[in-house]
């Protein structure tokens, strides 16, 4: 079993911000539509911002300080979190198999989104006290992002696609 301090796993988010990135930005080259192109063009730059803000925060994350119920707990939650069959299907061969229509590009990114927040809410409890709050912004505006892929969904869904 690997163990992990909470430096790496941030690492390990910081690389599921790139993987979030890339895909949008393949979802905005793919796409014609131009609402499809600029909103996976902003969903790209804002993954982008993200992961310049994590790699500032991981220099003030610290060691947990809490007990775990049994050796290996906390490692082997953050270990499921981060191994994500979502993320291995985030290659521009996989993409190109999997990302058919605008409606499959919006439930990837949904799914990258609800991912995001948990990973983020867990390293909260990580990070000192004067990061905490540039977290919880990150994790306010995964929930936009999800906002604003549940709006497009609905209009993709009541056109019969775009």
């Known amino acids: 079993m690997n163990i992990f301090n909470i430096s790496e796993i941030v690492d390990l988010g910081i690389e599921k911000e790139k993987k979030r990135r890339d895909f949008y930005g393949l979802c905005a080259e793919k796409f014609s539509q131009k609402e499809m192109k600029e909103l996976f063009a902003k969903l790209r730059d804002w993954e982008e911002t993200h ?3 994590f790699n500032e925060i ?3 994350i610290k060691d947990p300080k ?4 049994y050796e290996g707990e906390l490692n082997s ?9 979502l993320y291995k299907d985030v290659s521009p061969a996989k993409f ?3 990302v058919k229509t605008p ?7 949904i799914g990258f989104e609800k991912d995001a927040i948990m990973f983020f809410n867990e390293i909260v409890n990580y990070t000192v006290d004067s990061r905490k709050e540039i977290i919880r912004q990150l994790i306010g505006e995964e929930k ?5 892929l549940a709006l497009l969904r609905g209009k993709v869904k009541n056109r019969g696609g775009v």
């Open 51 to 53: 992961i310049k803000k």
């Open 58 to 60: 991981r220099s003030f």
């Open 66 to 69: 809490e007990t775990e119920a």
């Open 77 to 85: 939650y953050m270990q499921a979190l981060l191994d994500d069959k």
């Open 96 to 98: 190109s198999a999997n």
């Open 103 to 109: 409606l499959d590009a919006i439930f990837y990114g």
């Open 144 to 148: 936009q992002h999800i906002v604003y």
